[in-house]
């Protein structure tokens, strides 16, 4: 059964860092890899898709990093900003089926 | 391009009452997602749709709870009986069939059940 974690669950940092965050899955017959931002009380934004055979995507100041064989994934945020706060949360997509498995989330708060 | 759409964007109803929601998918989507989510957790997987078909269900649809997508354009998501436990946001999602298939999601329906 496929379970995907984000470690840590919260993180705060000052504004104009770098950051990563992380997710991590069991089952690596996985078909991609999405990354989503959701702000309090509303729905999900799609940030990154990773396709199984790619290795990362980059969109602005985001960086999504797929390695398959380990069952991790990172996302990189530069230069962060206060507008970045939000919860990013991490779904991957098993092989044959079309279900997303979601990861519970990391809540990020940049301090500015 | 109008995306994912989803009404009502709040309910609030009383045990035992019957509440619908609705969601309108990206007009070139043809697959349709329900997800269930609480607070803190990431979303659940409900159902799923391709065209009108619906092709998977999760075991948390219970049999209070039915989707439909009789046009398989908008879908319907109607919980009867509702319980407290049923308390959550109810998200949809869309997307195009592969290799385009990244889903993206309505803004929520917030159910709260009294």
């Known amino acids: 059964k496929q379970e995907v974690t984000q470690i840590p669950a919260a993180l705060s940092v000052p504004e104009g860092e770098n950051l990563v965050l992380n997710c991590s899955f069991t089952?690596?017959?996985?078909?991609?890899l999405q990354w989503f931002r959701q702000d309090p009380g509303k729905g999900l934004t799609s940030l990154l898709l990773?396709?199984?055979s790619q290795r990362e995507q980059t969109s602005g100041r985001l960086n999504a990093s797929l390695d398959k064989s380990s069952g991790r994934s990172t996302l990189y945020i530069a230069a962060s900003q206060p507008g970045d706060s939000a919860t990013y949360l991490c779904?991957?997509?098993?092989?044959?089926?079309?279900?997303?498995?979601w990861g519970a989330g990391t809540k990020l708060i940049i301090k500015p | 391009d109008t995306g994912v759409s989803q009404d009502p964007r709040h309910k609030i109803t009383k045990r035992g009452q019957n509440v619908t929601f609705r969601c309108d998918p990206i007009?070139?989507?043809?697959?349709l997602y329900w997800y269930r989510q609480t607070l803190g957790q990431g979303p659940e997987f409900l159902t799923y749709?391709?065209?009108?078909?619906?092709?998977?269900k999760s075991r948390l649809l219970s049999d209070r709870f039915s989707a439909e997508r009789p046009k398989g354009s908008f879908s319907t998501l109607e919980i009867q009986r509702t319980e407290q436990g049923d308390s959550a946001m109810y998200l949809c999602?869309?997307?195009?069939?592969?290799?385009?298939?990244?889903?993206?999601f309505g803004p929520g329906t917030r159910l709260t059940v009294l």
């Open positions: 999602a869309s997307s195009k069939g592969p290799p385009y298939n990244e889903q993206f």
């Open positions: 007009s070139e989507h043809n697959r």
């Open positions: 749709f391709q065209n009108e078909a619906q092709l998977e």
């Open positions: 089952d690596s017959a996985i078909y991609n």
């Open positions: 990773i396709q199984s």
């Open positions: 779904a991957v997509r098993r092989d044959s089926n079309y279900q997303l498995i």
